[in-house]
T-cell receptor, first 115, second 109 residues
Framework: ETGVTQTPRHLVMGMTNKKSLKCEQH?????MYWYKQSAKKPLELMFV???????ENNSVPSRFSPECPNSSHLFLHLHTLQPEDSALYLC??????????????FGPGTRLTVL | GQNIDQPTEMTATEGAIVQINCTYQ??????LFWYQQHAGEAPTFLSY??LDGLEEKGRFSSFLSRSKGYSYLLLKELQMKDSASYLC??????????WGAGTKLIIKP
């Protein structure tokens, strides 16, 4: 499944660095999501965008800043992260938010390590 | 609060059958999803249940009982490539997915 792509696949950064994660979906979907996946924990929903508008921000620290310039692209800007932010960051998309069985399709994720 | 429970890890033998259970308590219910995630890869959609009963897709079947807040994923004729984590997720009344922590399935020859 290559409908959702993410770059980079791996990222190591220091606590004072600024970096960005990129997600692109080629499925013609209207909703996009950022999730954090830590070992042995449930997926944590971070942000949801529908038609380029942010509709959900689940109490995510301000050191994570999302951007959705259009319905195909989603970014996650990172700055002054903490070691506990090390995790797999997954992007997903779905056809339309909040309408029936809206299956989400995932990208391969960015494995982030904060030193 | 909302909660999804599934076993942390299971082991099964190649060629056998395994059942992975999922119980849930959520604010509303708009369907239950199962995803498969191989190590280092994206979760991929396996099945969706919104009505009680069994849905069969080849070697994989998924069952739902809404009154019991219970689902299972049944994998038949296990193959080594089925070694992966299996994620259960429930769509709540706000159409938000609530995720379980996943079940790591280990297949032995």
């Amino acid at each position: 499944e290559t409908g959702v792509t993410q770059t980079p696949r791996h990222l190591v950064m220091g606590m004072t660095n600024k970096k960005s994660l990129k997600c692109e979906q080629h499925l013609g979907h209207n909703a996009m999501y950022w999730y954090k996946q830590s070992a042995k924990k449930p997926l944590e929903l971070m942000f949801v965008y529908s038609l380029e508008e942010r509709v959900e921000n689940n109490s995510v620290p301000s050191r994570f800043s999302p951007e959705c310039p259009n319905s195909s692209h989603l970014f996650l800007h990172l700055h002054t992260l903490q070691p506990e932010d090390s995790a797999l960051y997954l992007c997903a998309s779905s056809q339309d938010l909040g309408q029936g069985p809206d299956t989400q399709y995932f990208g391969p994720g960015t494995r982030l390590t904060v030193l | 609060g909302q909660n999804i429970d599934q076993p942390t890890e299971m082991t099964a033998t190649e060629g056998a059958i395994v059942q992975i259970n999922c119980t849930y308590q959520t604010s509303g219910f708009n369907g239950l999803f199962w995803y498969q995630q191989h190590a280092g890869e994206a979760p991929t959609f396996l099945s969706y249940n919104v009505l009680d009963g069994l849905e069969e897709k080849g070697r994989f079947s998924s069952f739902l009982s809404r009154s019991k807040g219970y689902s299972y994923l049944l994998l038949k004729e296990l193959q080594m490539k089925d070694s992966a984590s299996y994620l259960c997720a429930v769509m709540d009344s706000n159409y938000q997915l609530i995720w379980g922590a996943g079940t790591k399935l280990i297949i032995k020859p």
